[in-house]
């Protein structure tokens, strides 16, 4: 009987925690984002953007110019990328732009759930990511 009822639990957590939103570094390590919209608009094939987290919570991905990579931290579904490097070219002064405030959301700390099978930050900006292939 005791048995029967771990399932249950682990069942009852996993509903929780998806309609809740609350994520943790267990689910995120070794997913891989693509962004799909920013503040619920779709982005526009130049801007393509992803995201992934491998071992201990490193984060790594395209920001629409240049390849990034950091320490990530979650807290309080909160993400903050610490330690954030990456390539420096330039892609014009838009597509700049845009980087540059979405690894600033990385940087400052942006609040993080998961809904409906997409990633979402929410800070200054929304960005929706879809799981990549």
Same mark, same amino acid.
């Given at each position: =009987?005791?048995?029967?009822?771990?399932? =249950?639990?682990?069942?009852?957590?996993?509903?929780? #925690? &998806? &309609?809740?939103?609350? !994520?943790?570094?267990? /689910? @995120?390590?070794?997913?891989?984002?693509? %962004?799909?919209?920013?503040?619920?608009?779709?982005?526009?094939?130049?801007?393509?953007?992803?995201? &992934?987290?491998?071992?201990? %919570? /490193? !984060?790594?991905?395209?920001?629409?110019?240049?390849?990034?990579?950091?320490?990530?931290?979650?807290?309080?579904?909160? %993400?903050?990328?610490?330690?954030?490097? =990456?390539?420096?070219?330039? #892609?014009?002064?838009?597509?700049?732009?845009?980087?540059?405030?979405?690894?600033?959301? @990385?940087?400052?700390? !942006?609040?993080?759930?998961?809904?409906?099978?997409? %990633?979402? @930050?929410?800070?200054?900006?929304?960005?929706?990511?879809?799981?990549?292939?």
């Amino acid at each position: =009987m005791k048995l029967a009822a771990i399932p =249950m639990l682990v069942i009852g957590f996993c509903i929780g #925690c &998806s &309609s809740t939103g609350t !994520v943790t570094s267990e /689910q @995120l390590k070794y997913t891989k984002w693509q %962004l799909s919209h920013v503040d619920g608009l779709a982005i526009p094939t130049s801007y393509t953007a992803s995201l &992934s987290f491998i071992e201990a %919570l /490193q !984060v790594n991905g395209f920001a629409g110019c240049n390849k990034f990579f950091g320490e990530g931290l979650l807290d309080d579904n909160h %993400l903050t990328v610490n330690k954030l490097g =990456m390539t420096r070219k330039s #892609c014009g002064d838009e597509l700049d732009a845009f980087e540059q405030q979405f690894l600033n959301a @990385l940087k400052q700390g !942006v609040p993080l759930q998961i809904q409906n099978q997409q %990633l979402v @930050l929410n800070g200054e900006q929304t960005f929706a990511f879809i799981p990549a292939s």
